[in-house]
Structures are given as structure tokens and as C-alpha cells.
């Protein structure tokens, strides 16, 4: 299959789009979607409440691939369309039974390995497809997007519309009860299309897409983009006037990468009730109300598991749902006025940030123990306002009195302090009982003499990719600075050496595999460890500065801008800029020598390798610093010595570092289970291949082919994680102060032993608290 070829740093923020996307609904109220693939809820424990909807998987067609799209049809069945295998398949009892035919138009197209761009069903049981056959492109940079409709008679409708010039595609589409057809592209814009009569208008562009979702409610055409809904009323063409409930919601649900479906009801007084299936569960909201109504909590549903997002939903006229899911599940919700609101065993997880793979973890094991509520306390969220230094001093207190969470997510918490305090619990037996394989240098990471307190399940892997010549002189954090002022003093260099524009951009990477050396085993600080540290970066930084102009300095405060914009969050930007996938192409394009940063998904290992396959004696190996052999643990849990619950903590613990969690890729960090990596990094798209165009600094433009690493290139990255096993610092409480200290060192606004002696006291009165 050939690739698409479009610009690099539209890669980036589709890579950003597509971590925001993961699990995000393309739905209609009562339509149709296409689908080819979050928990935690703060429902209280009430032991009398009765009453909940009950979840059940209905069946689907007999060979299903999993990927295709569902319609209700206005006699009540429903359609089911197989985007692979080029079948569609009926049910007339609410999806309990299915029957199967080939769709002829459909099938002939996937014979021909046509990229299936969208498709949808109307009521009455007309077809929408969107379609592109790589041969038939003109060349590289332009392919034709032809679109078929289906009459439900069988009459065959074809069109070719050239939707902006040919570099666009459908994103999502959907149909009405009287057969228009809207679609939003890739561009983002709005069209309605007329297949019929081979004619197209564009509607309107909604604002920085962060989500993409289509709907048809009532006589209002749906449009959310992660960040609020659009309403365009199809009889006046006009966009009516926001709901600010709505959007606010909406607006959650992006930043906790949790996917939307709705569906639209009128009551017997022509109010109309939006309903939405969201990671937090199912919801209803009257259009113009003030608030949205909670109906079932993600928490005991399938919504809870961020692998399993909500494509499709359907209210029946009993007030139960039907929900498809992006992975080809279907399921119904019917309320039971007589079980339990609660499940009787009840499991408290606390954790600073949300997390998506323990997200994961509670609905596989809600799935397999239906009697047990997992509560997740999250303590930093946009909802509630609280800072981090405050929702950890809120969690201390409440441990230092005996009290608290089961279980705690450790990430950016005083984690050591928690073990001196003898606040954790020993997991030294749970280890030893572990049954699998695992990564022992990181699964024991945290091992000391008085035992195992903290266990990581997900990690990052800190690298440095370049040219072998360079690379094979980089063993530690000084042969780093030799090396960095050589490629700055070499004649053949233009760019910067690690991509690193600013004094606290370079230390954020350095601090990385550095941090842990700042501190001896007795709790003191090292002295002469943290001012070779600012020595060594204080070089590097200079190497940095050498070859760049203010222009190039211009240019990429302007990119960070544009990263802060759409993320919206500080730390996350500098996350971005710290990751080491999206940085590889700035090699290519000779905007920087070195990568030094963090991998931490399998995506980013594809733009790595496509970098290094086309750059002649590109490699990476790990980034050691002050310390070497780290790994980045990108999620942390410790068990509270005060849980009255330290066995169901246990049993949990279990299914979090099973296989079948362990091995979805959830962009969130590599699994600790040895067993799952090789689920983990098979390829979920046999054949396909992307593609990138880039521009170098000269101009030039550049063709680059991602596909997905060979057994021989997983090896040797598997290779890699294996010599693992020093952990980085993660308590970051003192972090954004050294950084600011330290780049004054940096940048000669204050000497470097002043700076060490000023780090130095923060450390020691932080380490005494």
C-alpha cells in the first residue's frame, strides 16, 4: 500500500491528535460510525442504594473483523457494515442475533486494497462510502477521494468531488432521516455532499480540533471538536447558539483522552435530552440546562477502560442503550432497580494525575470480579483546581493519620519519604510470587535492603539517537560535553548538537539520568556530584548556543508557543519537547546533530527508525548521564501499610501486571511485563505504512516512510530495556526550582558554585521535611 505524504509537523500534531484520539467516538445520535477500536468514578460506597444499569457484550456477526460502522434503522433493526471483509449484517432483535451478506460495492473496493476513509448508514438503510485508490493518484502529493451512496433500493450513486484539490479525506460522516449527507475532513472542515447530484458546500471550520466526532441530533447536525459542540441547524443553515454545560464537559473528556458517542431523545414536552457515553460513564443532559446527569458510572462499565472507547450509542424506548465500541465490542445497558448501586468490596487507588493503563487495569479486573468497586482518587484534575503541592499535603495528612487510600500511584510523589515514614507496605513476598516474566532490573528497581516498597509497571526509556561516529563517544554525562563541543567546533556543522534552544530545555533532558546522583544512600546531598553537573551542562549549553542565530532562536519559541497553545499546559509542552520520537525528524530535516530525550511508545520508535534508516550510520543507544543504565518510570504503586484491604490490593496488583493490560500499547510508557512486549509491539495494522514530508533547513523537500520495525530491530530495542535497572528520580516537588537555578548557572547570570550551594539548601531542607 503506498503512503500518504504530508508535511512533517502535520505528523506532529496528528501524533498529538491521535494521543488525544485514543478511544475518541465518531458517532450520531441513532446513526451510524465507523469504528475500529476511562475508570475510575467518585460514586460513594453507599450501602443501602439500590440500583444501576447493568453492562452485557451482545454478540456480533459471525467473522466480524472488528472494524466497520453501525446504524439503527427506523424500523428498529440494526446494521452493521464490516469495513475489511466488505460485508453488512442485520439484526432484528437488538444485536442478539445477526445475518450476513456480502456488500457488493464494498467488497470490490477492499479486494483492491482501497483505503476505506469513512462510511455511514441512513435510516432507511442507504449506504455513504468514502474511498481512495492509491494507483489511481496523479502523483505523490495528490490522491482522489471518490465517494459511492447506496440507495437502500440498491441504486449505485458515484461521485468525485476534489474536495481541495484532492489533499483532503473524510474524517467522519454522517447521514440524516432524509438522506443528507455531512462529512468533516481532515482539514477539518464541514461539507454537506450531495453523491446524487455530484455537488458540495462547505459549512463551516470549527476552532483547533483536539477531537473529531459528528452526530445527528434532532434537526441539529452535531460537530464536537474536543473542546466544545457545534450545533448547525439544518433547516436554517445557521449555527445555533452554544451550550457552555456541554462544552465544559466536552472539554474534560479530551483531557482525560476519553472518546464521546451521543444520541438525542425528545421528551413529551419537545425538550430535547442529549445522552453521552464517556469515560465517567453515561450521561444525560437537557440542551440549555445546567448540569449533566451522571446515569452510570464508568467505573463498573466497559467506559472505564481507555482501550475501549465509545464509537456509537443508541437509546431504545425503554430507556436502555446500546453502545459500539472502537474496537468492535457491542454492548447494552439496562437498569436494574434491584442490584446494589455499589458492589460490596470497595478498593481506593489515589493518584496525583490520571493514568490510563490503571484506568485499564480496574475495568479488566471490574470485568472478572463484578463484586468489587474500584474507587480512583485523583488528586490534580481541571475539574477540582488543586495543585499538586496541596493534593499531596492533603494525602499526608490524611496517611500520617492512619488513614487514606488502599493503594497509591507514586508517580511525582515523595515516594521515599512515604518508605522512611513506614507509610508502604513490603511487596518483597508479592514479588517473589509473581508468576510471568518480567523485566527483573526494572521490576525490581526500587529493591533495598529493607525490602520492596514501590513497583513500576509502565516506564519510559531515556535515548540518544544520532550518528554512530558521535554516539560512540558518549558514555556518560562529560564524554557527552567533549563530544557536543566537538560537533559544535566541527566546520561541517550548521545546527544546533541536541535541539536544546534555552538553558531549562537542555537541564530537563540532562536532569533526566543526572538527578539521581545529586543524593547518597544516607539521604545526603552530593555535593561534588550536583556542581560537576551544572560544569558538564554548562559546556553543553555553550555548544549548543555556538551555531545558532536569533532567527532559528525566534522560530522555535515560536513552535513552543504553538505546543503551549494546544496543550494548553505548561509541563506538558516541555513533555513534548523531552520526547525523543517526535525530535528525530528535526535530524533529518539538520536542525540538530544528537536526540536526547525519552521514548515511550512504539510510535515513537517508528519515527526513530524511519529517521535512522534513511540516515546513513544513525543509531541510538541508552542516554547515560551521571548514572547510567536508567529507566524513566512512567507509572509507579505502592500498597499503604494501613489498607484494610491488602489482599484485594494484591489481587489487583495481579491483573495491573498481567498480560492481557500489560500488553496494550496506550501510549503511556512500555510494559514491565517481559511476557506482553511482544503483544505490545506487534503491529496493529499488518502492511500499512505512513508517510512524512519534511523540509530541511536548506529548503529541500523530504519523502519519509514509517513502517513498523522487523523482529530483528525489536530485538535489538528489547535488547536495550533488558540492561535497565536504575531508576530516575520522579519526585519532581523540587524539579522546576533547580531547573530555574540552574540555568542561571548556564547562562553565566550566576556563578556556578553559587548555584550549587543555593540547590544544595533546597535539597537538604526538602530531604529533612
Not at 44 to 62: F, I, M, S
Not at 74 to 89: A, F, N, P, R, V
Not at 341 to 370: F, G, H, K, M, W
Not at 471 to 494: C, G, Q
Request: one cysteine or more; charged letters at 25%.
Amino acid at each position: 500500500m503506498k503512503s500518504k505524504k504530508i508535511p512533517w509537523h502535520r505528523v506532529l500534531l496528528a501524533g498529538i491528535l491521535t494521543v488525544a484520539l485514543m478511544g475518541c467516538s465518531r458517532a450520531e445520535s441513532g446513526q451510524n460510525t465507523d469504528a475500529g477500536q476511562s475508570t475510575g468514578g467518585n460514586a460513594e460506597n453507599t450501602a443501602d442504594a439500590k440500583g444501576r444499569y447493568v453492562e452485557t457484550q451482545l454478540p456480533t456477526p459471525e467473522g466480524f473483523s472488528g472494524v466497520g460502522c453501525i446504524g439503527r434503522l427506523q424500523d428498529g433493526s440494526l446494521l452493521l457494515i464490516d469495513k475489511k471483509e466488505g460485508t453488512k449484517s442485520s439484526s432484528d432483535d437488538g444485536g442478539k442475533s445477526w445475518s450476513t451478506d456480502t456488500l457488493t460495492e464494498l467488497k470490490t473496493l477492499t479486494d483492491q486494497d482501497a483505503d476505506i476513509t469513512g462510511t455511514a448508514i441512513a435510516p432507511d438503510g442507504g449506504i455513504f462510502i468514502s474511498y481512495i485508490l492509491w494507483e489511481e493518484s496523479t502523483s505523490e502529493k495528490t490522491y482522489p477521494e471518490k465517494y459511492i451512496y447506496l440507495d437502500a433500493d440498491g441504486t449505485v450513486h458515484n461521485a468525485e468531488f476534489g474536495l481541495e484539490g484532492y489533499n483532503t479525506s473524510v474524517m467522519d460522516s454522517v447521514i440524516t432521516a432524509d438522506g443528507r449527507v455531512f462529512v468533516i475532513t481532515n482539514s477539518y472542515d464541514v461539507y454537506e455532499l450531495d453523491v446524487r447530484q455530484q455537488t458540495h458546500q462547505q459549512l463551516f471550520t470549527p476552532d483547533d480540533m483536539r477531537d473529531v466526532g459528528m452526530y445527528v441530533c434532532g434537526n441539529s447536525l452535531v460537530v464536537q471538536n474536543g473542546q466544545k459542540a457545534y450545533f448547525y441547524n439544518l433547516e436554517s443553515g445557521e449555527l445555533n447558539t452554544p451550550d457552555e454545560v456541554l462544552n465544559s464537559f466536552i472539554g474534560e473528556q479530551t483531557e482525560q483522552k476519553a472518546g464521546i458517542a451521543m444520541c438525542a431523545s425528545d421528551d413529551k414536552d419537545g425538550n430535547q435530552t442529549l445522552y453521552l457515553a464517556a469515560g465517567g460513564g453515561i450521561y444525560g443532559h437537557v440542551l440549555g440546562g445546567s448540569v449533566m446527569e451522571q446515569l452510570a458510572d464508568g467505573a463498573l462499565t466497559n467506559l472505564g477502560d481507555p482501550s475501549k472507547a465509545p464509537a456509537w450509542m443508541s437509546r431504545n424506548e425503554d430507556g436502555s442503550f446500546l453502545i459500539f465500541y472502537r474496537d468492535g465490542a457491542l454492548c447494552s445497558y439496562v437498569y436494574d432497580p434491584d442490584i446494589s448501586a455499589v458492589p460490596e468490596q470497595l478498593l481506593t487507588i489515589y493518584t496525583l494525575y490520571d493514568n490510563e493503563t490503571v484506568r485499564q487495569a480496574i475495568s479488566c479486573y471490574r470485568a472478572e470480579n463484578p463484586d468489587t468497586f474500584i474507587r480512583l482518587e485523583i488528586g490534580v484534575s481541571e475539574a477540582n483546581g488543586v495543585t499538586a503541592n496541596d493534593a499531596v499535603k492533603n494525602l499526608n495528612t490524611q496517611l500520617l493519620a492512619g488513614k487514606g487510600p488502599d493503594m497509591i500511584l507514586l508517580n511525582g510523589m515523595p515516594a521515599d519519604a512515604y518508605i522512611e515514614k513506614g507509610i508502604l507496605m513490603d511487596l518483597s513476598d508479592f514479588v517473589a510470587e509473581l508468576s510471568g516474566n518480567y523485566f527483573e532490573g526494572i521490576l525490581k528497581g526500587y529493591q533495598s535492603e529493607e525490602g520492596i516498597f514501590i513497583l513500576p509497571f509502565r516506564f519510559d526509556v531515556p535515548l540518544l539517537t544520532g550518528n554512530e561516529s558521535w554516539l560512540s563517544e558518549i558514555s556518560d554525562l562529560k564524554s557527552l560535553a567533549d563530544t557536543a563541543e566537538a560537533i559544535a567546533d566541527s566546520p561541517e556543522t550548521e545546527e544546533s548538537v541536541l535541539g536544546s534552544y534555552t538553558a531549562g530545555e537542555l537541564l530537563e533532558k540532562l536532569y533526566l539520568t543526572s538527578a539521581g546522583a545529586w543524593t547518597s544512600e544516607d539521604g545526603n546531598v552530593n555535593e561534588d556530584s550536583l556542581q560537576e553537573f551544572l560544569t558538564q551542562a554548562k559546556r553543553i549549553y555553550g555548544a549548543e548556543q555556538k551555531n545558532l542565530d536569533e532567527e532559528e532562536l525566534s522560530n522555535h519559541q515560536k513552535m513552543y508557543e504553538e505546543f503551549l497553545a494546544f496543550y494548553q499546559d505548561e509541563q506538558r509542552a516541555k513533555d513534548n519537547l523531552l520526547s525523543n520520537g517526535p525530535q528525530s525528524a528535526w535530524q533529518i530535516e539538520r536542525r540538530q546533530v544528537l536526540t536526547a530525550g525519552i521514548l515511550g511508545s512504539m510510535s515513537e520508535l517508528n519515527s526513530i527508525l524511519a529517521v535512522n534508516r534513511q540516515m546513513e550510520g544513525n543509531t541510538y543507544r541508552a542516554f547515560n548521564g551521571q548514572s547510567a543504565d536508567v529507566f524513566s518510570p512512567s507509572g509507579l504503586i505502592g500498597v499503604s501499610v494501613n489498607s484494610e484491604n491488602q489482599e484485594l490490593a494484591m489481587s489487583w496488583m495481579e491483573t495491573l501486571l498481567g498480560t492481557e493490560v500489560q500488553s496494550k500499547d496506550l501510549e503511556d510508557g512500555f510494559p514491565v511485563n517481559a511476557e506482553a512486549f511482544d503483544s505490545f509491539a506487534a503491529n496493529p495494522n499488518p502492511g500499512s505504512m505512513e508517510g512524512a514530508g519534511l523540509t530541511d533547513r536548506d529548503g529541500n523537500e523530504i519523502s519519509l516512510d514509517i513502517v513498523w520495525p522487523d523482529d530483528a530491530e525489536k530485538k535489538q530495542f528489547r535488547d536495550l530495556i533488558e540492561t535497565l535497572k536504575v531508576p530516575a528520580v520522579t519526585d519532581d516537588s523540587l524539579k522546576e526550582e533547580i531547573i530555574a537555578i540552574g540555568a542561571q548557572a548556564l547562562t553565566g547570570e550566576k556563578e556556578i558554585e553559587d548555584c550549587t550551594q543555593e540547590i544544595v539548601q533546597k535539597i537538604s531542607i526538602h530531604l529533612q521535611e
